[in-house]
């Protein structure tokens, strides 16, 4: 069984500073896909980034990016020049190929972010 | 174009009651799950659907139930509530594809008493 673990409660920094959120994973597959996910106080979740195991480039969005390392099974993720809209929970998941049976995600527990003013 | 839509938004049910919650996918999306999350926790997959298909089940017990409609909306349904059954009830859609974006509705808020 896939297994995902953040192993940061709370996060809190300062407006315009740099922060990375740790994730790591645990899965016998080859193929598989990797996101991170934002939840504001809306409760929606957001798609922030995804990555494809097979691609050793990491995935850039903007101020968000990653850095994945297949081998250590790790997924951080980096977000430079923060803003208080990004004060919110982020969740890492991990999704194997359909082959493999449901389209599942398999989330972290969570990293509370703040950005303070 | 709508995003994935669910109702109600917010819910109080008694303990024993059954409670049946809805979600319309984004167009063209034929994949329909959900997901329970318990207040501080990440969500927890309870079911797929695909085609009117269920292709995938979580750990969670036959009080919970769902099905796919032709026009790809869904229903969950829970039987025989439990106080543990208050969390928030997530659906999501996406492309029957490999490491497609899943995408989420704002969920259903589900309190038993």
């Known amino acids: 069984a896939q297994t995902v673990t953040q192993s940061q409660p709370e996060m809190s920094v300062q407006e315009a500073e740099t922060v990375t959120l740790s994730c790591t994973y645990d899965t016998s597959e080859s193929n598989y896909y990797l996101f991170w996910y934002k939840q504001p106080p809306s409760r929606q979740m957001i798609l922030v980034i995804r990555?494809?195991?097979?691609?050793?480039q990491n995935a850039t969005e903007n101020r968000f990016s990653v850095n994945f390392q297949k081998a250590a099974k790790s997924f951080s993720l980096k977000i430079s020049d923060s803003q208080l809209g990004d004060t919110a929970m982020y969740f890492c998941?991990?999704?194997?190929?359909?082959?493999?049976?449901?389209?599942?995600?398999?989330f972290g527990q969570g990293t509370r972010l703040t950005i303070n003013p | 174009d709508a995003g994935v839509t669910q109702s109600p938004t917010h819910l109080i049910k008694t303990r024993g009651q059954h409670v049946t919650l809805r979600c319309s996918p984004i167009s063209g999306h034929k994949s329909v799950s959900w997901y329970q999350q318990v207040l501080g926790q990440g969500p927890q997959f309870i079911f797929q659907?695909?085609?009117?298909?269920?292709?995938g089940r979580g750990n969670f017990p036959d009080r919970f139930s769902a099905r796919q409609f032709p026009n790809y909306s869904s229903e969950l349904n829970v039987n025989a509530l439990l106080l543990g059954d208050s969390a928030l009830y997530l659906c999501?859609?996406?492309?029957?594809?490999?490491?497609?974006?899943?995408?989420f509705g704002e969920g259903s808020w589900l309190t038993v008493v």
């Open positions: 990555q494809e195991a097979y691609k050793q």
């Open positions: 659907y695909y085609e009117k298909e269920e292709r």
């Open positions: 999501a859609s996406s492309l029957w594809t490999d490491g497609n974006t899943i995408y």
């Open positions: 998941a991990f999704t194997g190929v359909i082959i493999q049976g449901a389209q599942k995600l398999v």
